[in-house]
């Protein structure tokens, strides 16, 4: 007998099949009420961790997104080229303004009838003759070798 | 995991199948969950005792995926016309995919006083029964979706997520199996 008719043969065998007891109906109908009802709590305890998690996303999100001071620059390393009387150069050295560009006044770009008068200080103070200036150090440029002292 | 289902013998009762026009009729007429499991157990236990292959895992079987889809009974309601084939399909691959792992590891609160006595299977002089369950679980529940559902390759494909050669392949190395295991077993009895 080919194995396919022993298969069907063993599939329809009367020996396959089991009694269902008293009360199976009912333990699997509350089983599955009992999984229904755990399913909706934990889907209502993820809601509401999904919910606290959006809000303090949104928290942290606006807090990060608020304007912040601006870290100070580092000062340049300049020295004086000559000695003055005026007062200390930190004083009116602002550290913020190599971050920008020197508002200067260009009279091209306000050509109006009558400018309007300057009430406002410049923002560079006048300069005196006495008056430090502030440079980069230059690089020193060596000395001909032939200028060069002998030495004794 | 242990069988909840109360299994009583139920003297001259003649249990079982349930053809397709009964489905059909369920599909339109069986709105309750109660009333489904009550129609359909005694088939659904002969089909997990056929795939599971003996009747502790069968019980076992069909009260978890029953559960399962009771828990989601107004789902399966609307999305498949068919709740006792969904019912069946989900059977066999709930089977594949997890009854392997766990149904040799039973937990026990307390380790009982008295060793357990396994029930003698009716099938166990059955030389084709137990060649079919040493199968592994896919390919028994090929078997089972051609022999005893009475499938096609690409209903049965469709019905465990496959492609249509991977059930031409697994029948093919379960029918060998078979033919192997029951010629040794022929051969053995001579």
Redesign the interface.
């Known amino acids: 007998m080919e194995?396919?008719d022993?298969?069907?043969r063993?599939?329809t065998?009367e020996?396959?099949?089991?009694?269902?007891?008293?009360?199976?109906?009912?333990?699997?109908?509350a089983?599955?009420?009992?999984?229904?009802k755990r399913?909706g709590v934990a889907g209502a305890a993820a809601g509401g961790a999904a919910l606290v998690g959006v809000v303090f996303a949104g928290i942290a999100l606006a807090g990060s997104s608020a304007p912040h001071k601006a870290p100070p620059a580092a000062p340049m390393s300049i020295t004086p080229t000559s000695s003055s009387s005026s007062p200390a150069p930190s004083s009116t050295h602002r550290p913020a303004a190599p971050h920008r560009l020197p508002k200067t006044t260009r009279p091209e770009l306000t050509k109006t009838a009558q400018p309007p008068p300057r009430t406002t200080q410049p923002s560079t103070p006048p300069t005196s003759p006495e008056e430090t200036t502030w440079t980069a150090n230059p690089i020193p440029t060596p000395l001909p070798l032939d200028t060069l002292p002998e030495g004794g | 995991m242990v069988a909840?289902?109360?299994?009583?013998?139920?003297a001259g009762?003649?249990?079982?199948w349930c053809t397709v026009s009964d489905r059909l009729a369920l599909g339109e007429h069986t709105e309750d969950?109660?009333e489904f499991?009550?129609v359909n157990?005694?088939g659904l236990?002969?089909y997990?005792?056929?795939l599971a292959g003996n009747?502790h895992d069968?019980?076992d079987l069909v009260?978890t995926v029953?559960?399962?889809?009771?828990?989601?009974?107004t789902h399966v309601m609307h999305k498949t016309g068919d709740p006792l084939a969904y019912v069946r399909r989900s059977m066999a691959n709930a089977h594949i995919s997890h009854w392997r792992r766990t149904r040799k590891e039973n937990l026990v609160a307390e380790i009982p006083d008295q060793p357990r006595v396994e029930p003698v299977d009716?099938?166990d002089n059955?030389p084709?029964?137990q060649a079919?369950r040493a199968l592994p679980p896919r390919q028994r529940a090929v078997?089972?979706l051609r022999?005893?559902e009475e499938l096609s390759e690409a209903e049965i494909a469709e019905s465990l997520g496959v492609s249509r050669g991977t059930v031409k392949s697994q029948a093919s190395k379960a029918?060998d199996t078979?033919?192997t295991r029951?010629d040794q077993a022929a051969g053995g009895d001579r």
């Open positions: 194995i396919d022993e298969l069907r063993l599939f065998d020996r396959l099949t089991l009694p269902v007891g008293e009360g199976a109906e009912q333990a699997i109908v089983g599955a009420a009992r999984r229904r399913r | 909840a289902i109360p299994v009583v013998r139920v009762a003649r249990l079982g969950f109660g499991v009550r157990l005694p236990l002969r997990g005792h056929a009747p069968a019980a009260q029953l559960e399962k889809v009771g828990s989601r009974w009716s099938f059955e084709l029964w079919l078997i089972v022999y005893y029918m078979l033919r029951l």
